[in-house]
Each structure stands twice: as structure tokens, then as C-alpha cells.
């Protein structure tokens, strides 16, 4: 058996798909099962059984025996939430009780974190964990991810193998559901289907031109094969920076949208909203040497063929992997 939580949602849905690929069947898939919407994603894929969030632990009392593996990419992901209850509950204290668990029944873990967790990358984007304690979040969100990373690696008792993965701006099929929070591609794709035309935030910066603010963009297929080759590897413990290692702009990002459509690019410039002006990233790009080191070695997907696929064999046909 493996556990995925955050079954129902975006990338753990993909991760489903790509374990029935492998043919893993005997998945059991956690999450609040209450959106039919989300639900949706789960359409089609082979799973042993549905355990609701609250009820894992005491599913897990009973049939820990059986589990092989634990994927835990299950959490509040909203950045616009402020409620810092909600992320302590959800974010950090679930995911102790996820950790206290793999510990006890010696399941090995790979669990969810977040670029969010560096900030305006003051100290930039290495994965190394002598700093991640002087890391400076931007929001509740990004505090709750770096309080479970900080959390674990303080802990004695650990899972024999264990894998916090960073995850840079991730983007791909299954995201329908995310409405505000869905990927810019998801954001701009909406954009030129209405109106041919995509906004983007104009530049308030003298060192960079409108549009040309850059992040890591990572295609989530390429996220999940390395999920996989860390339940294959099961050594190295550590956490791990998951991007490409090569930040694309925004305007790249908009042209390869109208690409993938057969368009000619119409970008327009808007302001960035005041109250989101000064924390707005300019630049994000992962360090990837540590997760290389280890050796994966498998080449990720480029910004133009990532969106290519995921327009045009998911977005323009409303499918799901």
C-alpha cells in the first residue's frame, strides 16, 4: 500500500495516475473528499480505498503493517489566507502527526514543502538546512512550511527515510479545481480564450522590464518523477529544492501559451496591486546540485514543451491525467 494524501487535489492526483502507470494499485488516497470538483481528478484511477483526513491515524493504527510508503502532499496551500489557525492545524500539526506516525511504523516519507518558504530569497535559493531557520516567508503559508522543515530536522527520532521536497511554481493538468490558486499558464490561458489578449504586472523595478520578473516553473509530470525516484531511492535524507534549475520570465511563459494556441502574442501591462507591490518576487530559481548529487539525472521538461502539452492535450480539452 502507499498513502498519498492530498489525493483528490492537484498534484497528488498526478502522482495517482503516474503510480497506476507503474502499476502501483493498492493506493489509498487521503484527503476531505467533500468537492465534487476535486473529486473529478481522481476519475478513472485505480484506488484501494478512500480514508477522510481525520480519520487517518486511526486507520493507520490498524493497517500500518501493509503500508510501503507514505507520500504527504496534502495541506492549505492558499497564500491569500491569514488565519494562522488554520495553516498550524492543517500545515503543522497534521504533518507531525504524519512524521510521529512514519517514525513509529517505519514508513519511509516524502513529504510537501514549498519555495514559499524563501521569501524575497534574501539569502537566496539553496537547499541547505543550516539556514532554512533564518529563512523569512512572506506570508502564513510559506511560515507554516518552514515551521514543519524546522520542526523535523530537529527531531531525534526520525522516519528511516524521509524527503522534504521545496516545490517551486508548479504547473500542469488536474489544476481545474484551484480557481485563484491555480497556475499562471491555467491564469493566462483562461485570458487569451476570452479575450485574446494576456495581462501581465508591469515592472516597479529600474532592473527588470515588464514581464520579464522570473520563476521556476516546473511541469508537475516532472515533479512526480522524482517523487518516484525518491520512494525507488530511499536514502540521502534530506530536504530537497524541486524546480528546474532555470528561471523563465513571465513573458516567456505568456508566449508560449499563445504558442501552444497557434497565436500571435497580445500581452498588456497592468500594474501590480499596491498592497502586494512590496513582496512581490522578481526572481526565483532553484538550486538543484543537492537533489542531482544523489543522482537523479533525468533531464526536466522545458517552459515551451510543458506548456505545449498541457494546453494542448488537457486545457483546450478539458481532460484530466
Not at 28 to 56: H, P, Q, W, Y
Request: charged share 25%; hydrophobic share 35%.
Amino acid at each position: 500500500m502507499i498513502i498519498v494524501t492530498g489525493a483528490a487535489g492537484f498534484i497528488g492526483s498526478c502522482l495517482i495516475q503516474k503510480l497506476n502507470e507503474l502499476k502501483f494499485r493498492y493506493i489509498i488516497a487521503v484527503d476531505d473528499f467533500s468537492s465534487e470538483e476535486k473529486n473529478l481528478n481522481l476519475e478513472g484511477k485505480s484506488i484501494m480505498t478512500r480514508v477522510d483526513r481525520k480519520d487517518l491515524f486511526t486507520w493507520l493504527e490498524k493497517n500500518n503493517r501493509e503500508v510501503e510508503f507514505f507520500f504527504h502532499i496534502g495541506a492549505r496551500t492558499d497564500t491569500t489566507e491569514f488565519d494562522t489557525k488554520i495553516f498550524d492545524e492543517l500545515n503543522v500539526d497534521y504533518s507531525k502527526k504524519v512524521w510521529e506516525s512514519c517514525v513509529a511504523y517505519q514508513i519511509p516519507l516524502v513529504y510537501a514543502s514549498s519555495a514559499a518558504t524563501y521569501g524575497l530569497g534574501e539569502i537566496g535559493y539553496e537547499d541547505n538546512e543550516t539556514t532554512i531557520s533564518s529563512l523569512k516567508p512572506l506570508n502564513p503559508y510559506g511560515d507554516s512550511k518552514n515551521n514543519f522543515d524546522i520542526w523535523a530536522l530537529k527531531q531525534e527520532k526520525k522516519p528511516f527515510f524521509f524527503a522534504g521536497l521545496k516545490f517551486f511554481n508548479v504547473y500542469g493538468p488536474n489544476e481545474y479545481h484551484k480557481g485563484r490558486m491555480a497556475s499562471v499558464i491555467w491564469h493566462a490561458y483562461q485570458q487569451i480564450k476570452s479575450n485574446g489578449s494576456l495581462k501581465l504586472f508591469k515592472s516597479h523595478r529600474d532592473d527588470y522590464q515588464d514581464g520579464e520578473q522570473m520563476r521556476d516553473f516546473i511541469y508537475v509530470k516532472d515533479l512526480i518523477d522524482v517523487c518516484v525516484f525518491l520512494m525507488e531511492h530511499r536514502k540521502n535524507s534530506g530536504i530537497y529544492n524541486l524546480g528546474t534549475g532555470k528561471a523563465r520570465s513571465f513573458n516567456d511563459l505568456g508566449k508560449a501559451t499563445f504558442m501552444a494556441l497557434g497565436l500571435e502574442p497580445k500581452i498588456n501591462y497592468i500594474d501590480t496591486p499596491v498592497d502586494i507591490r512590496d513582496k512581490y518576487q522578481y526572481y526565483t530559481e532553484a538550486t538543484m546540485e543537492k537533489l542531482r548529487g544523489i543522482g537523479y539525472d533525468k533531464d526536466f521538461t522545458s517552459l515551451e514543451e510543458g506548456v505545449k502539452d498541457y494546453v494542448q492535450n488537457y486545457l483546450v480539452k478539458r481532460l484530466y491525467y
